[in-house]
């Protein structure tokens, strides 16, 4: 256990405590925690990159804080109508759909390296974006409808082409030889995270 994964840790424990804010109409202090929550994963990646404080455990658990994280203020923009259910629906299912075909891959032997492409970076900036406006809209009580409306669509259209470049490439990595690639699929290729 390192520094940054305890730092991820903590920020797992943010999630419950944002979502409770958010329905419990205090969107000022969940604003704060989100705005935590961002600095914290800033913290950990720089700590884990600068001080050589990466960890097999970290590359697990920086993800899962920053998609459980997401996943549920979408779920409950959702349920609060803040977002519309559909965009709720993508960003859910394209994660379940990379979740089921790594642990497919695995279990079909062909285990596979996920790491995101521009487009899966962008995806998530953008996610990251509509859940701060959402948030910042409802706290200070600002009129960002305008720009909701646009990141909604932004983040329909990016998480939709996300989800078929995975989808591609894990068709491309299932259906290749190992020995044509030295064991390499095209998904190994992507730039780290």
Partial sequence: MTIPNFI????????????WLIVSDEPMTAFWIFVLAGVSDAVDGFLARQFNMRSVVGTYLDPL????LLVSIYVTFA???????????????????????VVL????????AMRPSIVSKLNTVAQIVLAALVLGDLAFAVDLSMLRTVMVVAVGILTVASALLYALDWVRHMGTDKSLQGGKSVLDERLPE
């Fill in 105 to 112: 891959a695995g279990m079909l032997g062909r285990p596979i």
């Fill in 65 to 68: 804080a920053d998609k459980a």
């Fill in 79 to 101: 349920v609060l109508n803040e977002i519309p259910v559909w965009v709720t629906i993508l960003v859910v299912s394209r994660d379940v759909l990379i979740i089921g075909a």
């Fill in 8 to 19: 991820s840790i903590g920020r797992l424990f943010l999630v419950p405590l944002a979502i």
